[in-house]
């Protein structure tokens, strides 16, 4: 079965501060992808980044990167000098190419920049 | 209209009315899917439709009742609803469903209250 832990469920920082985002997933498939969205307030999901899982490298967007490990069933997300517009609720989510109708997400962290 | 439209975006209901939710994707997408994001509820996958074939029904009760008329337009129709239902009804669509991992892109919620 699939599953998607995200054990952080709020995180504060300040302006400026690094913070990175924990993603722990679960999956008997071999093949199989991974997702961050974005949730900021006004409710829709921005999606931020896909990966594969024979792609382990590890990608960098602007303040945006992103940490994919096999060995640890992990892929975690990290800001760069956070800023205000950075709060939102953060999902990390799996989907198996075997069952690709089926996005399994985390619950969720959320994340507030204060200035 | 750009990528994935839903409305109303906001929508309270009495517990014997009946009414419908619209979603719209601008962006080709042969797949489309409802889902359900309650208070401190992970994001819940209600239906999923591939090329206007219904693929995935989890368990949904009957007073939900999708319709996909054609690949661009889905349908949410809502009668004798219960106050547990209240929740952000969020539209997604992708290229398609399968071994892929297509991502998800989703629309802005419609934000059901029922009294």
């Known amino acids: 079965a699939q599953k998607v832990t995200q054990a952080q469920t709020e995180i504060s920082v300040v302006e400026k501060e690094d913070v990175t985002l924990d993603c722990v997933y679960e999956t008997r498939d071999t093949t199989y992808y991974l997702f961050w969205y974005k949730q900021p307030p006004s409710g829709e999901l921005v999606f931020l980044i896909r990966r594969n899982s024979f792609d382990e490298q590890n990608e960098i967007s602007g303040r945006y990167s992103w940490n994919f490990q096999k060995s640890t069933s992990s892929f975690n997300f990290t800001i760069t000098a956070s800023q205000v517009v950075d709060s939102a609720v953060y999902f990390c989510a799996l989907s198996e190419a075997n069952y690709g109708q089926n996005f399994v997400f985390g619950p969720g962290t959320r994340l507030s920049v204060l200035p | 209209e750009t990528g994935v439209t839903q409305t109303p975006r906001h929508l309270v209901m009495g517990m014997t009315n009946k009414k419908s939710l619209k979603c719209e994707q601008h962006?080709?997408?042969?797949?489309m899917y409802w889902y359900k994001q309650s208070a401190k509820k992970p994001l819940e996958l209600m239906f999923v439709?591939?090329?206007?074939?219904?693929?995935e029904n989890n368990s949904v009760p009957s007073r939900f009742s999708p319709e996909c008329p054609n690949s661009s337009h889905l349908f949410l129709h809502l009668h004798t609803l219960q106050p547990e239902d209240s929740a952000l009804y969020l539209c997604a669509s992708s290229q398609d469903i399968g071994p892929n991992g297509n991502e998800q892109f989703f629309g802005p919620g419609t934000r059901l209250t029922v009294l």
């Open positions: 962006l080709g997408h042969n797949a």
């Open positions: 439709y591939s090329l206007e074939e219904r693929v």
